[in-house]
Each structure stands twice: as structure tokens, then as C-alpha cells.
């Protein structure tokens, strides 16, 4: 239900005519947080003529870096800023700002889910990216060899997926078939396979991409739904959030007060994520 966002990596929200006096507001990174971004954008522009707003992508990464190399205002991220990240950035001082939560869910393809495949315990699924299952016949699926999708080791939702299925947020994952970057790369991936394996953003999950439950130690089975993302039930959540050098000021800080005001918050919750308000 995103892909029109992701038409194209850069969406520019600006008047036709600028004014001599616009104001700009300078944005990057996460793809999980971009449709939350993009969408307040939208929404500020029309109460902020003069503003203009350049939103773009690029992962995690992106976004501290170029915050860290002050060449952007805010960046978008959903993982928490590294050590290497900061020491790497000394005369910069990175603060985050939580604007919603949000869970990593292992995805399939909708024909594995509909054969019978809907729960994997954490390791299990550490097992087919570690490459020791490489057959969905080993869960009791079918005969087929498993599509194993990864992400490029910068992105968010890597490290966070990552950290709880493999015990370390850079793990390698030596089974994996492809490595791909953003959230609608991988999306596509997945419907295009009928036997295929990934990490996705609970927003993100459709009729064509499945996430599936996990099944704990004890053996309580935990769905990736919204109420047991609020409740912190599922296993694998974190938050989304948006990082500047120091304290915000200007249209950056407006522009972040407005996500976390109640009209922000609304649009969090309509793309699929759970506003920090409850």
C-alpha cells in the first residue's frame, strides 16, 4: 500500500513559485519512518506556505551520517545510533526524538503462510540465515528451496531483526540469497517468490507478504499484531525515531513538534505504526 511513495527516493513538497523568504527543512533516511515523514510534510506544508520540505531516503545510515556530517537537519532512523556512529562524529551531538513504535516481523510468501508455515521460533529462523535450513520441507512446508532475503547491514530493520534472531546486530547471514536495501525492495521480493524469507516493517505486511508469528521458548505463540507490538509482547519492536544535532530550532523543531502533536500522531497510526500517545 506504500509503493507510491517509493517511486521515486527523493519527494520534494515545495510552492511552484518560491518566495524569496522560504524556509527549508532538510530531511533523510529510514524508509520504515520515511511514509510517516512524507505524509506530515504534506499536512505542514498546507498550514506553512513559505516552508519548504525535501524528504529523502537511503536507510538509517544515511541519516545519521548526513546529520552527523551537519549537511541535513533531521535524519529518520529505526535503530539506535552506534558508538562507531558517534565517535566518528565528534563536533556533532546527536539527539533522538521518538515519534512512534513500530515491530520487525519476519515475512514469507503468501503461498509458504498458506501451506502451513505461519509460526518459526527465533531459532529456527537464526538456522535458515545462518544457511543450516535451507528447505521449507525441514518446517513442514513445502518442497522448495527457501528464498532467504537479507538487508544491507546499515539499514535499521537489519540491525533490530538481527540483535534478537542472531544474538548481534551485524551478524553475517552466510544463507542468504540476496541482499537488498529498502523496505519496498524487499516488499517486492517477496511477492515476486512463492517460497521466500525476510524482515519487513509491521506496516509493510500485505495479502502477498505474510508475517508470522513467532513461537517462544515456553511455547506461547506470539503474533505480530498491533496490540502486542503496544503491549511489548512481540519479541522484536523498536522505535522510530528522528535525529538532530543538539536541540532542534526553527522549522525543524516545528516541523518535529507537529509529528508529535496529536494531527502527527494520527497520521503515525494511519501508516501502520503505533503512536508513542496512548
Same mark, same amino acid.
Not at 510534510?41 to 546529520?67: C, F, L, M, W
Not at 516481523?105 to 501451506?115: C, G, L, T
Not at 540483535?163 to 540469497?177: F, H, L, R, W, Y
Given at each position: ?6 517511486? =521515486? ?11 524569496? *523568504? ?8 529510514? #524508509? ?6 512524507? #505524509?506530515?510534510?504534506?499536512?505542514? /506544508? ?18 545519521? *551520517?548526513?546529520?552527523? =556530517?551537519? /549537511?541535513? !537537519? ?8 552506534? =558508538? ?33 508455515? #505461519?509460526? %518459526? ?9 545462518? @544457511?543450516? &535450513?535451507?528447505?521449507?520441507? !525441514? ?11 537479507? $538487508?544491507? $547491514?546499515?539499514?535499521? #530493520?537489519?540491525?533490530?531483526?538481527? $540483535? ?13 540469497? %540476496?541482499?537488498? @536495501?529498502?523496505?519496498? !525492495? ?15 516493517? *509491521? ?8 508475517? &508470522? =508469528? ?8 506470539? !503474533?505480530?499484531?498491533?496490540? *502486542? ?32 502533536? $496529536? ?16
Amino acid at each position: 500500500m506504500r509503493n507510491i511513495l517509493f517511486l =521515486s527516493a527523493l519527494i520534494l513538497l515545495f510552492n511552484a513559485c518560491s518566495k524569496p *523568504n522560504t524556509k527549508t527543512i532538510t530531511v533523510a533516511g529510514s #524508509t520504515t519512518v520515511l511514509p510517516v515523514v512524507s #505524509t506530515a510534510a504534506e499536512q505542514y /506544508k498546507k498550514a506553512h506556505p513559505d516552508t519548504r520540505i525535501i524528504v529523502n531516503a537511503g536507510g538509517s545510515g544515511v541519516g545519521v *551520517n548526513q546529520v552527523g =556530517s551537519q /549537511k541535513i !537537519e533531521i535524519g529518520m532512523i529505526s535503530r539506535a545510533i552506534t =558508538s562507531q556512529e558517534i565517535d566518528q562524529y565528534p563536533d556533532t551531538s546527536f539527539q533522538t526524538h521518538s515519534i512512534g513504535k513500530d515491530a520487525v516481523v519476519p515475512v514469507v510468501s503468501s503461498e509458504i503462510f498458506d501451506s502451513g508455515v #505461519t509460526s %518459526l521460533s527465533l531459532e529456527q529462523i537464526a538456522k535458515i540465515y545462518r @544457511g543450516e &535450513i535451507s528447505n521449507w520441507k !525441514e518446517l513442514n512446508g513445502p518442497d522448495k528451496d527457501i528464498l532467504v532475503i537479507d $538487508k544491507e $547491514k546499515s539499514r535499521g #530493520t537489519r540491525h533490530v531483526f538481527m $540483535k534478537i534472531v542472531m544474538g548481534d546486530k551485524e551478524a553475517d547471514a552466510p544463507g542468504a540469497d %540476496l541482499v537488498l @536495501g529498502s523496505n519496498n !525492495e524487499e516488499q517486492t521480493a517477496v511477492v515476486q517468490s512463492d517460497a521466500a524469507i525476510g524482515m519487513l516493517s *509491521n506496516a509493510w505486511l500485505n495479502e502477498d507478504v505474510k508475517g &508470522i =508469528s513467532i513461537i517462544m521458548p515456553d511455547g506461547e505463540v506470539i !503474533e505480530p499484531s498491533l496490540n *502486542n507490538i503496544i503491549n511489548g509482547s512481540f519479541p522484536i519492536t523498536r522505535n522510530l525515531l528522528l535525529v538532530t544535532n543538539g536541540d532542534p530550532v526553527g522549522g525543524a523543531r516545528k516541523f518535529i513538534d507537529f509529528i508529535l502533536s $496529536k494531527e502527527g500522531q494520527d497520521i503515525v497510526t494511519q501508516n501502520g505504526y503505533v503512536s508513542i500517545v496512548q
